[in-house]
């Protein structure tokens, strides 16, 4: 049973260039988090999704940042136009269901991250 | 608002000693859940341990057990035995009802040999 995969696990981009990560939930889990790790912080949260909808992206930079997670494939984090600042590393998540995520089985699972670089 | 806070950047003890990681938090909330995550260099997130605020009973995981003190909202690491594996970063994380993780800065340990 795999876990949460991300891919790219690395990803380096030139100012102004656009950047896409993707996430893979584990098998059986509908529910995705996006959190970002900026060098030396904590984990903060971007964006929660359910298959073809956002629940909650209280988390996300009003400009440039979108996220998805349709029917079918991945969900994918999409920046335009990339800054120095948006240098970090992109920790995807999912959980099996959105009632008490976090008793018994239903323990939210993260992938190993990936980092962007931005030149 | 919900905060977590770890007071302490950096620590450091030798292999085999016991060493305990502070964390407080603030909610409002009454039933909430308690996390320690742990990130090796290799930057994957790892639950180490939980607590459900409604249980007054320490959550225990082999060497690593908890203090949770609800009335103080503090929420403290123990690890017993440390071992050189366990050099990491680590993280307090507090979920309620919102569906979203708030973490702490994180708090980096060292087991010296």
């Known amino acids: 049973n795999a876990g949460v995969m991300q891919n790219p696990r690395h990803l380096v981009r030139r100012r102004g260039q656009e950047a896409r990560l993707r996430c893979s939930p584990m098998k059986g889990h509908s529910h995705v988090y996006w959190y970002r790790q900026l060098p030396e912080e904590g984990l903060k949260f971007m964006v929660y999704l359910q298959k073809e909808n956002i629940i909650d992206e209280s988390g996300m930079p009003k400009e440039r940042f979108s996220a998805e997670f349709p029917k079918e494939g991945p969900s994918i984090l999409r920046i335009q136009q990339v800054v120095r600042g948006d240098s970090a590393a992109y920790f995807c998540a999912s959980s099996s269901s959105q009632r008490k995520p976090h008793s018994g089985a239903n323990v939210l699972t993260f992938g190993a991250g990936s980092r962007l670089t931005v030149l | ?113």
């Open chain 2, 1 to 113: 608002a919900q905060t977590v806070t770890q007071s302490q950047p950096e620590m450091s003890v030798q292999e085999a000693e016991t060493v305990t990681l502070s964390c407080t938090y603030d909610t409002s909330e009454s039933n909430y859940y308690l996390f320690w995550y742990k990130q090796p260099p290799s930057r994957q997130m790892i639950l180490v341990i939980r607590q459900e605020a409604y249980k007054q009973q320490n959550a225990t995981e082999n060497r690593f057990s908890v203090n949770f003190q609800k009335a103080a909202k503090s929420f403290s690491l123990k690890i017993s035995d440390s071992q050189l594996g366990d050099t990491a970063m680590y993280f307090c994380a507090l979920f309620q009802g919102a569906q979203k993780l708030v973490f702490g800065q994180g708090t980096r340990l060292t087991i010296n040999p």
